[in-house]
T-cell receptor
Framework: GENVEQHPSTLSVQEGDSAVIKCTYSDSASNYFPWYKQELGKRPQLIIDIRSNVGEKKDQRIAVTLNKTAKHFSLHITETQPEDSAVYFCAASKELEFYFGTGTSLTVIP | DADVTQTPRNRITKTGKRIMLECSQTKGHDRMYWYRQDPGLGLRLIYYSFDVKDINKGEISDGYSVSRQAQAKFSLSLESAIPNQTALYFC??????????FGSGTQLSVL
């Protein structure tokens, strides 16, 4: 099966700085890579995703990059705000199955 | 709004009891999933279903069973609950294998 590793497990940044979370995956057949944000006590919600035929995707302050050769992908958040504080999960998927990383707890310090 | 609904929201049970967690969706999605979330371990896949006649084991299916009663309903059962099954359980749905939508979760405690 797929193995997704995510780093770091915790991350603290000053408001306005950038945050980067990195994930690696093991199955070269995985072709879809979503990122989820989970606020305290709430359900995970999709914030951005990327397919394997694309190297980078951006949505306002959030971007995701994918390196298929190295089998890693990253989430970049620029100009961080206190409301970005949450747990972020990466995932790798092929067809029906989604496998998640262990999560990164991001704290944005005002 | 179309949603993914889980019942109950919280459940406390004793070791050895059989319990069922239920999930229903109004999104019209064909694919449904059960995950459990443990601190530091992320979200781990228990079972998933492509349609009513399709059930597949995930990475941690031992001790669990599922039933897809209809396209909109997918239930998770613990035949004989044990304390290490204490976790937050999420149901999720998707269409065409993308964009998982999660339910609000069921916090299960096994004493």
């Amino acid at each position: 099966g797929e193995n997704v590793e995510q780093h770091p497990s915790t991350l603290s940044v000053q408001e306005g700085d950038s945050a980067v979370i990195k994930c690696t995956y093991s199955d070269s057949a995985s072709n879809y890579f979503p990122w989820y944000k989970q606020e305290l006590g709430k359900r995970p919600q999709l914030i951005i995703d990327i397919r394997s035929n694309v190297g980078e995707k951006k949505d306002q302050r959030i971007a995701v990059t994918l390196n298929k050769t190295a089998k890693h992908f990253s989430l970049h958040i620029t100009e961080t705000q206190p409301e970005d504080s949450a747990v972020y999960f990466c995932a790798a998927s092929k067809e029906l199955e989604f496998y998640f990383g262990t999560g990164t707890s991001l704290t944005v310090i005002p | 709004d179309a949603d993914v609904t889980q019942t109950p929201r919280n459940r406390i049970t004793k070791t050895g009891k059989r319990i069922m967690l239920e999930c229903s969706q109004t999104k019209g999605h064909d694919r449904m999933y059960w995950y459990r979330q443990d601190p530091g371990l992320g979200l781990r896949l228990i079972y998933y279903s492509f349609d009513v006649k399709d059930i597949n084991k995930g990475e941690i299916s031992d001790g669990y069973s599922v039933s897809r009663q209809a396209q909109a309903k997918f239930s998770l059962s613990l035949e004989s609950a044990i304390p290490n099954q204490t976790a937050l359980y999420f149901c999720a749905t998707s269409r065409s294998g993308e964009k998982l939508f999660f339910g609000s979760g069921t916090q299960l405690s096994v004493l």
